[in-house]
């Protein structure tokens, strides 16, 4: 929002053309020597010079608001404090990335690239640090800054534009010296706060009596999701970019190419970010980092490896949670010594029952520790652990809190921890499952229940907005809730009698909650909580079937015929679907009016063009052929046989060329393959 002086009246004079070119002359420089200061750390001007600038613009704008724009440096901060954050879908989505801290998983991952790109293209890897910061997404519109959106479930986070503004790393209108700005512009960054800001900070909250933030991330994210950003510009924080989510009019071979452009555009970018081609290249960049960890004023944990070509990215596709094309190389977790006080067991939502360590608390990596899992029965006994032992702790993935080992036992040791025969929630006769412990009132036990009224409203699932864990707690345990359907009975005179709901915030849940009583059907897939069923199976099952009955009564083979189905998952669909208990939750909750809707089935008017077989050298990465050739009707092999309808030949094919020939398969060279395509209506996607 553009600020305005309030005597300002339409019709008021403007500013002289003297008077308008010294504003804009001023910006100028004042983004400019912005950027030398905050991204390329070689100002020119002292402070006091580049305060006497600012000062004289801000004295140009107050005198003739018509001068003002939404980009001037002087409208970083001075918003009024927001009521809430608005939810924003995101440009594109910002997924998670797979993780290891096994050299051997890098391998595996190599391997698997190299197959998909084909014989003879060696894969091209761009190395970046792993930075642990609260992740962000910039959209720049005609090339100003035009909203910025927390990661949140990945596809949806929250509007922080007045907030993100207030940190003079982050432009607010684009350079373009050696660059244009597309039309629409979508970036992903992390937002840090450096260590010594970080202990700095938290100094200052000790001393006023507050408590402390556990890490310079948390205190990252706490400050870009204030309401007020005032608050948020006390905060030293910083903004450092490395992806290009979209691009209007604007296309990239790879992704160093798109790092280049967002340094040219004005944005800092990850320190020290290289190529490499091989295994050993990625390890020793790893490597290099491991050592200087503990010397650099921000957090990393590990180095990101992501496939340089932008184009075989785009065939190899992702999961529903993270890219076939990336991993994560985390380094080894943190560790320190504390001792266990008492040995607790947690139910979740999936009724696992889950021994837990409550520890006397200890930092770890700047985290303030006081719980860890401890997994299952059998690893308890494995690690012999036990009240009053003093153990060693470590955040795996500097993130989860584990039990590694026992250092000392306890002088006078607790008997060995056995799991409970009854369910601590509900009472229910527990049945092992393997190593876990799992109590088998999916829909009956309150501690399930909980959960899975979380679930039932994520995001993902019914998306009920403002049912999360404290008023899941709530209803359960104010006996309100009963079982799952029981959330289609709530009324607002009950939820009024909760803390925290007045009148209007009573019927605005209770609205919502029945504003999703004809869900999309893969929403309501996701929202049962089905083992093995996340957000990719679900529309796939969606897009199969078409119609929640028929998934309902699908047989294994029925299952197994989709895509990426195939018997573990299928016969844990065909298990919940059979179980009683399930179906009588399930019935209640139709018995509410409850309707997922019917899905459009995939396409069938696609010919079965059989399958093909692509080997040696190709033009193009192997994933990208085989993608086009399936968006035509066809598949894709990796063995020939007398069913293969043809081979693509490119250089050196080697042992599958001479089996076609044997067996009187067709063969194309890359050309005549690119010719079929298009007869056929289709294309590369490069």
Known sequence: MTARDPDHRPGRAAAPRAVAKEAETLRAELDRHSYLYHVEARPQISDAQFDELFRRLQELERDHPDLITPDSPTQRVGAEPLEKLETVEHVAPMLSLDSTQDANEVRRFHDRVAKLLGEGIEPRYMLQPKLDGASIELVYEQGVLARAVTRGNGRAGEAVTMNVRTIASVPLRLRTEARPAPDLLALRG????????????????????????????????????????????????????????????????????????????????????????????????????????????????????????????????????????????????????????????????????????????????????SRASLHNREELKRKDLREGDTVRIQRAGDVIPQVVEVVEKGAHRAAPFEMPSECPACGSRVVEDGPRTVCPNRFGCPAQLKGRIVHFSARDALDIEGLGDETANLLVESGFVRELAGLFDVTPEQLMELEGFAEKSAHALVAAIHARKVPELARFLIALGIPEVGVSVARDLAGQFGDFERIRAASREELEAVPGIGPRMSEAITDFFADARNQGAIFAVLARGVRPQSSEPVRTDLPDLGAAVFTGTLPVARVVAEDAWRRVGGKATGSVSKKTVFVVAGDDPGSKLEKAEKLGVEVLDFEGFVARLRELGGDLEV
């Open 190 to 369: 992390e937002v840090m706060m450096y260590i010594s800001d970080f202990q700095n900070f938290n100094a200052r909250l000790v001393e006023r009596g507050a408590e402390p933030y556990a890490s310079p991330r948390n205190s990252a994210a706490g400050a870009v999701r204030q309401l007020d950003s005032s608050i948020t510009a006390s905060r030293r924080l910083d903004v450092i970019v490395y992806d290009v989510l979209a691009a209007d009019g604007t296309r990239f071979a790879t992704d160093s190419a798109g790092v280049q452009a967002i340094r040219e555009w004005g944005f800092k970018v990850p320190e020290r970010t290289s190529v490499a081609r091989s295994v050993e290249e990625i390890l020793a960049y790893q490597a290099s980092f491991a050592q200087v960890r503990d010397d650099l004023d921000y957090e990393i944990d590990g180095v990101v490896i992501k496939l340089d070509d932008l184009g075989a990215r785009a065939a190899m596709g992702t999961t529903s949670h993270h890219p076939r094309w990336a991993l994560a190389y985390k380094f080894p977790p943190r560790q320190e010594v504390t001792r266990i006080d008492k040995i607790d067991v947690q139910v979740g939502r999936t009724g696992v029952l889950t021994p837990v360590a409550l520890l006397r608390p200890v930092v770890v990596g700047g985290v303030t520790v």
